[in-house]
């Protein structure tokens, strides 16, 4: 949680932990002049929607109390994901390889909402690895950096778009996160439209980290994107969220070849990961809303 401007990092404090049969291990807070960081460790045992409720307080407070009217408690809540199973061709000088990237992501929506009904869906990616080396067919290359990241999120026929803003992430991705909304392509804007992407359909929303460059072994946590959206199809309509387009450029250093860039634009593909170029297939679905009434 960044923002030291606003808020007091030292006072971030677990009010009520992850369910007991459900964390490996008690909860955790560190907090730097500028960033709060509440380290969770849910089990593989753990199902369905839990939560974790913490506590933080006004720049000026360094201890959280309930009674203090400059502290406030927030939620984080816990849902099983899904998983997007994106592929591409990446040329690397004289070397094209078959990659596949699986992005786990947890939607919660309301399951059912009525038309002009306005509400808040939120996407939270689970956190992730940037690997130190990267299997190649000239060798393992070494991952001297990741950046580039780029994500397009349709907005579901029968939805209307609102808002939208991300918060949370950790000491390297907090406040670093642009969500644009696009409705055309332009600046900022850069989704494909047509072959393998041809599911992505306008409008969308194009979420990137500008600037931000992870080294290779590093782990992180992506910000959670909160989109407000209003119904607007007819009843009966489900609206599926789905994960279209997923960007990602790598600094390596391979055999043979020596540094470069590698550049992967995936697109929806097979979970089976068969051999040979990445096949589109349909988007995995995240969720869904049905229109009742």
């Keep these: 949680m960044g923002g030291a401007a606003a808020l007091s990092p030292s ?6 932990d992850i369910p007991a049969g459900f964390r490996g291990m008690d909860s955790t807070v560190t907090a730097t002049a500028t960033n709060g960081v509440i380290t969770a460790l849910p089990t593989p045992a753990a199902t369905g929607t839990f939560n974790l409720v913490f506590g933080i307080c006004d720049a000026g407070t360094a201890t959280y109390s309930e009674n203090d009217p400059t502290c406030r408690a927030g939620e984080i809540v816990y849902g099983p994901g899904a998983v997007s199973t994106m592929g591409a061709q990446v040329t690397v000088s004289i070397v094209t390889s078959n990659v596949y990237q699986k ?22 990616a689970a956190g992730s690895s940037v690997p130190k080396y990267q299997p190649s067919s000239v060798g393992d290359a070494t991952v001297k950096t990741a950046g580039g990241f780029g994500i397009i ?18 000491a390297l991705t907090s406040g670093k996160m642009v969500v644009k909304y696009c409705t055309a392509t332009g600046t900022g804007c850069t ?9 992505t359909t306008l409008p969308y929303i194009q979420v990137t980290l500008p600037g931000l460059t992870v080294a ?24 599926n969220a ?32 068969p051999s040979g170029v990445p096949p589109k297939r349909p988007p ?3 969720d869904s809303i049905e229109i009742t009434n």
């Design 11 to 16: 006072s971030l404090t677990v009010i009520q």
């Design 103 to 124: 992005l786990n992501t947890s939607v919660t929506a309301p399951a059912t909402v009525s038309q002009g009904d306005t509400f808040t869906v939120h996407a939270a």
């Design 153 to 170: 999120f349709p907005i579901p026929a029968g939805m209307q778009y609102v808002s939208a803003s991300a918060s949370g992430g950790d």
């Design 191 to 199: 989704a494909k439209l047509t072959g393998n992407f041809s599911a």
């Design 216 to 239: 290779g072994g590093s782990t992180m946590t992506m910000p959670t994107i909160a989109l407000t959206l209003t119904a607007t199809g007819s009843v009966g309509t489900v609206a």
């Design 242 to 273: 789905t994960l279209n387009e997923f960007m990602l450029t790598t600094a390596i250093n391979a055999p043979i070849i020596g540094n470069a860039n590698a550049v992967f634009d995936g697109y929806p593909t097979d979970p089976a990961e």
């Design 284 to 286: 995995a679905i995240l």
